[in-house]
């Protein structure tokens, strides 16, 4: 899995459960649409034997809230709203450099990576924002 899915799973560890019934759901829906007859051009969606699958609500979930209850219960004072070293180690993953590099290389960063001050500031703000694109409620001051 990626280091960003891992972030994901961390803040959003319900949805995680959801997306491994959904894949499995796709699934079953995938072999049963295999099996069963193509529907008629022009026929409504679900036709050919198969409902049509709504679409999951996104839940929007406080990233603050989570992160802070995680940082009240964490031994080390961490400063998640701005290190992304901080944030990788309040979530138990890996902050190494290596491993910043991976997620880097992942939310595809142009910039130099043997500057790392600078990659981890770029970092921390394209988490964030993924964050909220997904679903995530992320205070205005943390995303660009």
């Known amino acids: 899995m990626s280091i960003l899915g891992n972030i994901f799973n961390k803040i959003f560890p319900s949805r995680a459960k959801s997306d491994q019934a959904a894949d499995a759901t ?20 679900g036709a050919a034997g198969t409902p049509a699958a709504a679409p999951a609500a996104i839940e929007q979930v406080d990233v603050e809230a989570i ?16 290190s992304i070293v901080d944030l990788m ?13 991976e997620l880097a290389q992942e939310l595809h960063y142009t910039g130099d990576m043997n500057d790392s001050a600078a990659m981890n500031i770029w970092l921390h ?9 997904n679903g995530g409620k992320v205070p205005a001051d943390l995303k660009d």
Do not use: F, H
């Open 89 to 101: 180690k309040l979530l138990d993953l890996d902050s190494s450099l290596n491993a910043r590099k």
């Open 26 to 45: 796709q699934t079953a829906q995938n072999t049963a649409t295999a099996a069963t007859p193509a529907a008629p051009a022009g026929a409504a969606p």
């Open 125 to 133: 703000k394209q988490v964030m924002n993924k964050l909220a694109e």
């Open 67 to 82: 992160l802070n209850q995680k940082a009240q219960q964490n031994g080390q004072k961490l400063n998640w709203r701005t």
